[in-house]
């Protein structure tokens, strides 16, 4: 059974920084793409950042130079580092892990940003 739990959101000052964490079960981190979505009020999911299993990046381009996601695969962990945060940022932040065909979510966790 894949689990997901997300940590490290809170609420910040704009400008401000946070670094959220992602703990998976199982060693799935150097094999299957990961990646951050962000879902705020009366608004759908949206893609954050992703991560391939060779390393690559990918990100939207309102966090592009601000955020950057990585993993430490030793700890079967996934980190999303968000500096220079703004209000827009204010969401749920959810971790995803796609396995083939399926995807595996975690719990979320808040991130709100104040003027």
């Known amino acids: 059974q894949v689990q997901l739990v997300e940590s490290g959101g809170g609420l910040v000052q704009a400008g401000g920084s946070l670094r959220l964490s992602c703990a998976a079960s199982g060693s799935f981190l150097s094999i299957w793409p990961m990646g951050w979505y962000r879902q705020a009020p009366g608004r759908q999911r949206e893609l954050v950042a992703t991560?391939?299993?060779?390393?690559?990046?990918d990100y939207a381009d309102s966090v592009k130079g601000r955020f950057t996601i990585s993993r430490d695969s030793a700890k079967n962990t996934l980190y999303l580092q968000m500096n220079s945060l703004q209000p827009e940022d204010t969401a749920v932040y959810y971790c995803?892990?796609?396995?083939?065909?399926?995807?595996?979510w975690g719990q979320g966790t808040q991130v709100s940003v104040s003027s």
């Open positions: 991560i391939g299993s060779g390393g690559s990046t």
């Open positions: 995803n892990l796609k396995i083939i065909l399926d995807n595996y």
